[in-house]
Each structure stands twice: as structure tokens, then as C-alpha cells.
């Protein structure tokens, strides 16, 4: 499948959706200058490209630990391997391949540091990762810090 085309209206609609996924069609209509049918076209446009994977909740994570884990992978073991298999540990919400020093980064969500450090063990356990890298995140600023 070839990369969906994304005019600007699309990107509007786009990031309307991801302050807000329940942002009503006639509400983005008003914003970007269509009809409320017209944005349900485009928006299942999106969905049937799969542009938009998933419409979800955003949940306050403030009570949570959030970590990232970068991770090299061993190069006798395929990288998308060691992705699938580091979604199985519990904590992990998130795996991405990435450029540069590591080879995946990993986002950890966990209750308390037992948990972290559980789940911190269990990726450092998983056949092809060579060594990781941990960062407790302190502070997080979301998109919507934007508008404000």
C-alpha cells in the first residue's frame, strides 16, 4: 500500500482528533470549512488508509511511572523479533524501531519502582537484546499545552 496523500484539511482534521478523538464532525466542520458529511468522508478516508490506526482514550498517567528503555539489539537477531517480543512483558505499552545509537526504544508504564524494575528485567531477559539504557521520565508536556 502506497503512503496516503494528506492535504492540509486532512492534517487539520488530524489534529483536531488527536486533542480531542470526540470532537464532533460538525464541530471540525465549523473549524476547517466543510460540511459535517464532507469530514466523515475524509475522516473514514483516513480510517480505511489506515492513517488513523485507532481512536482512543488518553488516560492521566500521573500516578504512574513512565520510563523509556532504549535497547541494542543484537545483530544475529532480527529487530522486529525482539519488538514482538518485548510487547508480551507486562508494563511495556509501546516498542519503536529507531535511527541513530539504539536500535529500539521501548515506553514502560508501571505502578510503583518493583514493578519498573520487574518489567526492566524482563526486557533485559528477552533473546537478542544486548545491553539497555533507562530513563525515568519526570515531566511530560502533551500536545495540547499547545493551544493553551
Known amino acids: 500500500m502506497s503512503a496516503a496523500r494528506l492535504d492540509e484539511v486532512d492534517r487539520k482534521i488530524l ?17 476547517v470549512g466543510l460540511s459535517e458529511g464532507a469530514v466523515r468522508k475524509r475522516v473514514k478516508r483516513l480510517v480505511d488508509q489506515a492513517v488513523i490506526k485507532r ?5 492521566d498517567d500521573r500516578s504512574m511511572i513512565k520510563a523509556l528503555t532504549m535497547i541494542n539489539v543484537d545483530p544475529s537477531v532480527p529487530t522486529p523479533e525482539v519488538a514482538d517480543l518485548l510487547m508480551r512483558i507486562e508494563g511495556v505499552q509501546e516498542v519503536y524501531e529507531v535511527t541513530g545509537t ?14 519498573l524494575n520487574r518489567c526492566i528485567d524482563g526486557v533485559r531477559r528477552v533473546k537478542g537484546v544486548r545491553n539497555t539504557n533507562t530513563c525515568i521520565i519526570l515531566k511530560s508536556v502533551h500536545p495540547s499545552a499547545r493551544t493553551r
Request: hydrophobic share 50%; proline share 0%.
Open 102 to 115: 539504539y536500535d529500539a526504544i521501548a515506553v514502560i508504564m508501571a505502578s510503583d519502582m518493583n514493578m
Open 15 to 31: 489534529r483536531l482528533l488527536s486533542q480531542d478523538a470526540r470532537t464532533s464532525y460538525k464541530k471540525i466542520g465549523e473549524v
Open 55 to 59: 481512536f482512543t482514550v488518553l488516560v
